[in-house]
Nanobody, 125 residues
């Protein structure tokens, strides 16, 4: 397993959670990474992403101002700080790696070729 997510759980609306993604992907410090989520009966959607250096980030409109993505290349980890959680944030959250080495953050799932197994986030209303 090359990507392992952790930090999910049950939280009340308005609360906070911090997700982590530990990578054992070779040279992952050189690749873009992102968080996606998938709710029951919905398509997998982009949440937030960060380029290899951390100089560029991108967020879905639905999470802007509430979520923050970061990474620590020395630890080979990526994080998602989730604040002001809403019921509609409930989903399985996946981290993914884009090995294209582009500077920009990509948002389409098809651009990412390595995926974790996901961690469940449940927000109670």
């Amino acid at each position: 397993v090359q990507l392992v997510e952790s930090g999910g759980g049950l939280e009340q609306a308005g609360g906070s959670l911090r997700l982590s993604c530990a990578s054992s992907v070779r040279f992952s410090n050189l690749y873009g990474m992102a968080w996606f989520r998938q709710a029951p009966e919905k398509e997998r959607e982009f949440v937030a992403g960060i380029n290899w250096s951390g100089s560029a980030t991108k967020y879905a409109d639905s999470v802007k101002g509430r979520f923050a993505v970061s990474r620590d290349n020395d630890k080979r980890e990526m994080y998602l700080e989730m604040n002001s959680l809403k019921y509609e944030d409930t989903a399985v959250y996946y981290c993914a790696v884009d090995r294209s080495r582009r500077v920009v953050v990509l948002t389409a799932p098809r651009e990412y070729d390595i995926w974790g197994q996901g961690t469940q986030v449940t927000v109670s209303s």
